[in-house]
């Protein structure tokens, strides 16, 4: 549950930080994090608006 970021597809843009509704995501040193994944609703968000497909959610 909660979604995973692939560091090395993460280009740091920061889009998952600002579409996520419950705050998950924080960035540090240019790489989101998934920093508070236990809030995540799994509403595809971060998933949808990051471009170079980073963010994997689990069942
Ligand atoms: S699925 Fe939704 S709630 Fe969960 S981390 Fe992504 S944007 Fe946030
Ligand atoms: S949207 Fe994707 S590329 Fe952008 S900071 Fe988040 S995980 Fe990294």
Redesign the pocket.
Same mark, same amino acid.
């Given at each position: 549950m909660?979604?995973k970021i692939n560091a090395d597809l993460c280009a740091g843009c920061g889009n998952?930080v600002d579409? /996520?509704? @419950?705050?998950?995501?924080v960035l540090k040193d240019g790489k989101a994090q998934?920093e508070n994944?236990g809030?995540?609703?799994? /509403?595809? @968000?971060?998933?949808e608006?990051c471009p170079p497909q980073a963010?994997n959610?689990e069942e």
């Amino acid at each position: 549950m909660g979604p995973k970021i692939n560091a090395d597809l993460c280009a740091g843009c920061g889009n998952c930080v600002d579409v /996520c509704p @419950a705050d998950v995501f924080v960035l540090k040193d240019g790489k989101a994090q998934a920093e508070n994944e236990g809030n995540c609703l799994e /509403c595809g @968000a971060c998933a949808e608006e990051c471009p170079p497909q980073a963010i994997n959610l689990e069942e």
